[in-house]
T-cell receptor, first 111, second 111 residues
Framework: DTEVTQTPKHLVMGMTNKKSLKCEQH?????MYWYKQKAKKPPELMFV???????INESVPSRFSPECPNSSLLNLHLHALQPEDSALYLC??????????FGAGTRLSVL | AQSVTQPDIHITVSEGASLELRCNYS??????LFWYVQSPGQGLQLLLK??????LVQGIKGFEAEFKRSQSSFNLRKPSVHWSDAAEYFC?????????FGKGTMLLVSP
């Protein structure tokens, strides 16, 4: 089983809203990732959690706040987003930081 | 700097014809290499990976890739393309924990 589950699939929010994206995996992977992907572009790494600790933050604005409550769950809290933050947000996980398995993504629209 | 190059932005192949997607990498040492496929609005699916050993790697959906150290290449091949193969294909490389993606190649399949 190589499944990474992301919810919700679609999200529309205003610039003053607070929302959260969720990601779950039950493969025993100890590294989890958040990516942002704009249309016709490759994914851009945002955050990496290794053994539930934030190990990489790619200079992401503070309106994006990651959280790893346990080894199976990864959240991305969103607050005061801008229209340019509209994108596909992808979660991934890996066992030893090599091959990453991706979820189907959350399509986010900021109005 | 580490980089992955996919020289073809778009490729059109007739259904039933063979396919080769090109990928070149620039890394300090031989990285781990991957091919992912992404259908519109979906997440990335891992097609195959190369870590070491046999330079011809078999993947899912009838895809294979060949690692050539002398050419710093990891080209993806399929002997007979199906209409359902139309998608975006990303080559990626990893030193250990993070992926460097190429810009992607969009595969179009003509009847």
């Amino acid at each position: 089983d190589t499944e990474v589950t992301q919810t919700p699939k679609h999200l529309v929010m205003g610039m003053t809203n607070k929302k959260s994206l969720k990601c779950e995996q039950h493969m025993g992977h100890r590294a989890m990732y958040w990516y942002k992907q704009k249309a016709k572009k490759p994914p851009e790494l945002m955050f990496v959690y290794s053994y539930e600790k934030l190990s990489i933050n790619e200079s992401v604005p503070s309106r994006f706040s990651p959280e790893c409550p346990n080894s199976s769950l990864l959240n991305l809290h969103l607050h005061a987003l801008q229209p340019e933050d509209s994108a596909l947000y992808l979660c991934a996980s890996s066992r030893e930081g090599r091959d990453q398995y991706f979820g189907a993504g959350t399509r986010l629209s900021v109005l | 700097a580490q980089s992955v190059t996919q020289p073809d932005i778009h490729i059109t192949v007739s259904e039933g014809a063979s396919l080769e997607l090109r990928c070149n990498y620039s890394y300090g040492a031989t990285p781990y290499l991957f091919w992912y496929v992404q259908s519109p609005g979906q997440g990335l699916q891992l097609l195959l990976k190369y870590f070491s050993g046999d330079t011809l790697v078999q993947g899912i959906k009838g895809f294979e890739a060949e690692f050539k150290r002398s050419q710093s290449s990891f080209n993806l091949r399929k002997p007979s393309v199906h209409w359902s193969d139309a998608a975006e294909y990303f080559c990626a490389a990893s030193g250990y924990s993070t992926l460097t993606f190429g810009k992607g190649t969009m595969l179009l399949v003509s009847p």
